[in-house]
């Protein structure tokens, strides 16, 4: 009999292929850049399973080039790329690793706010532009402490945050209509948590709901110079009405891992990040490394390879999405 064929579209560690490679032939991406979505498709279209990660998208057309795929595995937690309906409709199981990117996400969220907040990029310019004479009263920026940080979203990520926040002697907020109590976290409407947050820090998945839930008019309505930082899902924030904001000086900075040309299956997005909003001075930008933490990552690729091998063996994937 035929071995399965499994394709892994980024590159991974060799004991994740090996660990497939019992399992099946394993084509692999050994770069670290992304093949094209042609390429993809055409290199799937004789796969039984796939790897997928965050550049990939799936929809109806891809999934019917791809006659013999059980399962698509996603090495990732959000899976607004991947059409579950249409997968479902072909008999494509869907997986994805939910836990595993929570705990390295909020730890970029606590980054991010404080490298925003205290300057550092700017002070890492001027020291290496060679223009430090030692101290001078310059580049006072916003500090934790005493400060009111708001949380757009406190599903797994929302909590570490609000975990790591603890220590730093600030008042944690949040809006999530779903979410639970926490004796250390205020929940509120969301226009309160607007007008109140020195900080807001957005870790909302993306849905039809929260879609440019950042937009003009939520900015419009936040404390003069605050500051806003993105770790969720790029096109919560609609990007053009921060780069209005913060143009306007009414947003105090933005930093941001996400981005919404990263939404690729989103009729509209934009096709990249505004120049005008990459350069401007009050931005702080991570290429999206979230869970780029090499243990994680090794643990992340692992886990999405168990549900391949699951699907494989006729068993039900362990990290299996409901259709």
């Known amino acids: 009999m035929t071995r399965p064929r499994i394709l892994v579209t980024h590159w991974v560690e060799q004991e994740v ?20 979505p042609a390429e993809v498709r055409a290199r799937a279209a004789d796969k039984h399973a796939i790897m997928a990660f ?38 494509v199981q869907l997986s994805i690793v939910p836990d595993l990117l929570t705990a390295p996400t909020a730890e970029l969220a606590i ?59 600030c008042r944690v907020i949040a809006h999530d209509p779903g979410a639970a109590p926490r004796a250390d976290v205020t929940l509120l409407p969301f226009p309160e948590l ?34 806003l930082v993105n770790i969720g899902r790029g096109s919560v924030v609609e990007e053009a009405a921060v780069l209005a904001a913060l143009q306007s000086g009414h947003l105090g900075g933005y930093a941001a891992d996400v981005f919404e040309f990263e939404d690729w299956l989103l009729p509209g997005r934009p096709l990249e990040i505004a120049p005008a909003l990459r350069t401007h001075p009050r931005t702080l930008f991570t290429p999206h490394l ?14 999405a390879a168990h549900n391949i091998l699951d699907a494989l063996a006729g068993c039900t994937p362990r990290d299996l999405l409901p259709p």
């Open 54 to 91: 965050m550049p990939d998208r799936v929809d109806a057309a891809f999934l019917a080039a791809c006659p013999d795929l059980r399962i698509i595995a996603c090495a990732l937690k959000g899976f607004d790329n991947f059409d579950r309906a249409a997968c479902a409709a072909a008999g």
């Open 111 to 169: 980054g991010l706010a404080i490298g925003l907040g205290r300057q550092i990029r700017d002070g890492d310019a001027l020291v290496r532009a060679g223009d430090f004479a030692g101290w001078r009263p310059i580049l006072y920026g916003f500090g934790l402490d005493g400060a009111t940080v708001g949380l757009l979203g406190l599903g797994a990520v929302g909590r570490a945050i609000a975990d790591r926040l603890a220590g730093f002697g």
């Open 194 to 227: 607007l007008a109140l947050s020195d900080l807001l820090i957005s870790a909302a998945p993306l849905t039809p709901t929260t879609r440019h839930m950042l937009d003009a008019r939520a900015l419009a309505a936040t404390r003069p110079g605050a500051l």
């Open 17 to 36: 292929l090996d660990l497939l490679a019992s399992a099946g032939e394993v084509e692999a991406n050994p770069t670290r850049e992304s093949w094209t």
């Open 290 to 303: 979230g869970s780029a933490v090499a243990r994680v990552r090794r643990e992340i690729s692992l886990r």
